[in-house]
């Protein structure tokens, strides 16, 4: 994984919004206004994957005392299978272990076959079923993982 790892900075908002959009159907792509709430949450934080000076993908996270919450993980099509969404999700637990973050959580739709497939591997397991808790249509999956120090070698 040759891309570099950094946090966000607001000039780099409407390219996030883009990549959002390109990597999510209309109805569960963040509007504008919804992706700033999440970005402007108390607790969150925002990391960035660059490859050849573009933004290949980004995640973000929410801290709530001993809890972390994956809000979003995107990683642009042309550049999948090849780490990054590893990368970004390694450096982000990294970052919630260091803040005493014990247990992660995230929804995803059940649907989302290969996003299903990218947590199970890295160790979230289904909690419950949400049901039609994308658009009022589409049920989620919520998964769930402990972090433990072991599990979280940080990438440097
Ligand atoms: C899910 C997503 C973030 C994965 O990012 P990525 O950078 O391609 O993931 P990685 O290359 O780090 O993959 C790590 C492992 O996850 C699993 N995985 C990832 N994509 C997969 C797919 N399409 N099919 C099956 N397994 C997959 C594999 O085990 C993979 O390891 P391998 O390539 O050695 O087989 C990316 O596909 C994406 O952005 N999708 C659109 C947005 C989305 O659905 N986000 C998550 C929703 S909560």
């Known amino acids: 994984m040759d891309a570099g790892i950094r946090p966000y900075k607001p000039e780099d908002f409407e390219a996030l919004y883009r990549l959002d959009q390109q990597c999510y159907a209309p109805g569960i792509a963040y509007s504008r206004r919804t ?56 450096e982000a637990e990294a970052r919630m272990m260091e803040s005493g973050v014990r247990r992660m959580s995230l929804e995803t739709a059940t649907d989302n076959l290969p996003a299903v497939a990218f947590w199970q591997r890295h160790g979230y397991r289904t909690d419950a079923v949400l049901k039609n808790y994308y658009s009022d249509t589409l049920d989620a999956y919520e998964m769930c993982k402990m972090l433990s120090a072991k599990a979280q070698p940080r990438q440097t």
């Not at 995640?59 to 979003?72: C, E, F, K, P, S």
């Open 35 to 90: 992706l700033k709430w999440y970005l402007d949450l108390e607790g969150a934080d925002c990391l960035l994957a660059e490859r050849d000076d573009a933004i290949a993908g980004f995640i973000v996270t929410a801290r709530d005392g001993n809890l972390g919450h994956i809000i979003t993980l995107d990683v642009a099509e042309a550049q999948r299978r090849r780490g990054i969404g590893t990368a970004l999700l390694a």
